[in-house]
């Protein structure tokens, strides 16, 4: 038996960034944001509500920049998406962390965090009670120490962390559970991908 309970984003699980940017007077303003999707190679999309201080400034610059939120700063994660730069103007410096400028695009880099997503805006459109933004992923920057030794990133570095969209909780994420492509093989009549990772 299934429950219908109606249209509700319950799209699971969803990890959670944050979005960086500069003000009119580059002052840097960061948020919490776990309904962040993706779509095609280059670009990411999520929603706002019109009072956040992020769309003030994306409006203004056109730019951010979206990082994965890591468990070892999940104090400042959740207070990003606890209090607005609208009425706290030291927003960013009362969490401690550092910031550069991006080489990219007019929106601060947040080098305490190890994967880094330089974004152009696409589209500002306003739906409904929400405003959908679109942006154009233009490079990332990945930390030297996120890397395994065969050049590719190691997800398990990132230290990520989801948001339970059913109760309000943050779940870190699990084992490696074993290769995609590998699982459904014997259904799919084909031979096993035998990508075994070095560690
Ligand atoms: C787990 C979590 C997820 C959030 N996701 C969103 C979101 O998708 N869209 C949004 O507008 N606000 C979201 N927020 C709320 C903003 O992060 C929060 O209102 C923040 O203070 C906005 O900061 P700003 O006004 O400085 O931009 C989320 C907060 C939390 C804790």
């Not at 429950?3 to 959670?16: E, L």
């Not at 999940?74 to 080489?103: C, P, Q, W």
């Not at 570095?157 to 492509?181: M, N, P, T």
């Amino acid at each position: 038996m299934f429950r219908s309970i109606g249209p509700r984003p319950f799209k699971f699980p969803t990890p959670v960034v944050l979005v960086a940017t500069y003000d009119e007077n580059r002052r840097v303003d960061v948020m919490n944001m776990s309904w962040e999707g993706s779509f095609g190679l280059n670009t990411v999309s999520f929603n706002l509500n019109p009072v956040r201080k992020t769309l003030r400034n994306i409006q203004f610059t056109r730019a951010f920049t979206l990082c994965i939120a890591d468990v070892p700063h999940i104090k400042e994660v959740d207070y990003f998406g606890m209090v607005s730069g609208n009425s706290t103007g030291d927003k960013f410096e009362r969490a401690n962390l550092r910031a550069e400028h991006s080489a990219r695009v007019n929106a601060p880099i947040l080098v305490d965090f190890p994967l880094s997503l330089e974004c152009s805006v696409v589209t500002i459109e306003h739906e409904g009670n929400l405003v959908h933004i679109v942006g154009r992923i233009l490079n990332t920057l990945a930390d030297e120490r996120i890397f395994d030794r065969n050049g590719n990133i190691d997800v398990s570095k990132i230290q990520g962390f989801y948001y339970d969209v059913f109760h309000d909780d943050y779940y870190s994420f699990g084992e490696r559970l074993g290769s995609a492509w590998s699982f459904g093989a014997e259904l799919a009549g084909r031979k096993p991908s035998n990508q075994e990772r070095e560690e």
